[in-house]
């Protein structure tokens, strides 16, 4: 067991879908073109920010995902290099872009489509200067990458960006093995869900319903 087990809550009552938390993201951790960490998509819609259901009876959810910080992560145990690994201290997934070798092995065991990336050629940006925290560590051709949880961040006691920019306060962050921590207690008083749970992956993401 991790000395802290590190994740988020999101409140989908208050979540807008307004992607703050996406573009907050790509910017902080300076992601190249055509790439993202976080997503934003919306629950039950045949397309991006549609309802379901019918007039007078129409709902909409929007659900936001990126990595999800296995507490039991399938990516972990089949990269054959340790370049994907669960920091002992936070619990957080972690990559080595170092000692990645690009088989993409994680990618395959992963059960939520979409959360990791591959950079197939070096890495393009749509400016000509870097963005973003200078400790971000430098984008890699042939290296796959996600969600980081903004560790340059957490390591200084620092919010992950997307929850210190989330405009509706939707974004919750803590530890999950403090019990009086705020995320403990908003999962102990409200209705939750994770995302595949039947996977016995134990997302460290819970969704406020």
Not at 43 to 51: K, Q, T, V, Y
Not at 94 to 99: E, N
């Amino acid at each position: 067991m991790t000395t802290q087990r590190l994740g988020f809550v999101v409140d989908t009552k208050r979540c807008v879908g307004c992607h703050t938390c996406a573009v907050a993201c790509k910017s902080e951790n300076n992601i190249p073109d055509g790439l993202w960490w976080n997503r934003v998509l919306t629950d039950g819609g045949e397309s991006i920010d549609s309802f379901k259901g019918a007039y007078k009876a129409a709902s909409r959810t929007f659900i936001t995902v990126a990595c999800q910080h296995c507490e039991n992560p399938a990516c972990v145990k089949v990269c054959p290099v340790g370049a994907t690994f669960k920091d002992a201290e936070t619990g957080v997934v972690r990559q080595d872009y170092d000692k990645c070798i690009g088989c993409r092995m994680c990618m395959s065991a992963c059960p939520y489509a979409g959360v990791r990336s591959f950079n197939w050629e070096e890495p393009r940006f749509s400016v000509d200067h870097a963005m973003g925290d200078a400790d971000v560590p430098a984008h890699q051709k042939h290296v796959v990458e996600k969600c980081t949880m903004c560790y340059h961040r957490i390591a200084k006691g620092e919010n992950p960006l997307c929850v210190d920019g989330c405009p509706a306060y939707a974004r919750f962050f803590g530890d999950f093995n403090d019990p009086d921590s705020e995320v403990s207690r908003l999962i102990r008083d409200r209705e939750y869900m994770q995302l595949l749970p039947e996977r016995g992956t134990n997302p460290s993401v819970y969704y406020l319903v």
